[in-house]
């Protein structure tokens, strides 16, 4: 059984920065793409950024390009996921994804695991 929990949320200001873990068990990852996806307020769950686990190909949302940078340490099973210049947009609920041969990274229904979330708050 895969399991995804992640830490590292907060409430920050507007420009400061966050580092987002997720640290995953139950199997080994190989095949596998570990996404970031976030909700906001009022608004369907979007996808942000997501690693192949082999290879570790990055994969980005337009809206997070050059702010945010996704990573993950093999040895420690663990995704992080580090925004900086963070925006009062990025206030959400950010999850933790996993799914293996994905085709379509931004899918979410393609990522059979999920986190619980944590909250990311970032003030004006």
């Known amino acids: 059984q895969v399991q995804l929990v992640e830490s590292g949320g907060g409430l920050v200001q507007a420009g400061d920065s966050l580092r987002l873990s997720c640290a995953a068990s139950g199997r080994t990852f190989s095949g596998y793409a570990m996404g970031w996806f976030r909700q906001a307020p009022g608004k369907e769950r979007e996808f942000v950024a997501a690693?192949?686990?082999?290879?570790?190909?990055?994969y980005y949302a337009d809206s997070v390009k050059g702010r945010f940078t996704i990573s993950r340490d093999i040895a420690k099973n663990t995704v992080y996921l580090q925004m900086n210049s963070l925006k009062p947009d990025d206030t959400a609920i950010y999850y933790c994804a996993a799914g293996r041969y994905i085709a379509t990274i931004p899918r979410e229904a393609e990522y059979p695991y999920w986190g619980q979330g944590t909250q990311v708050t970032v003030s004006s």
């Open positions: 690693i192949r686990w082999n290879g570790g190909n990055t």
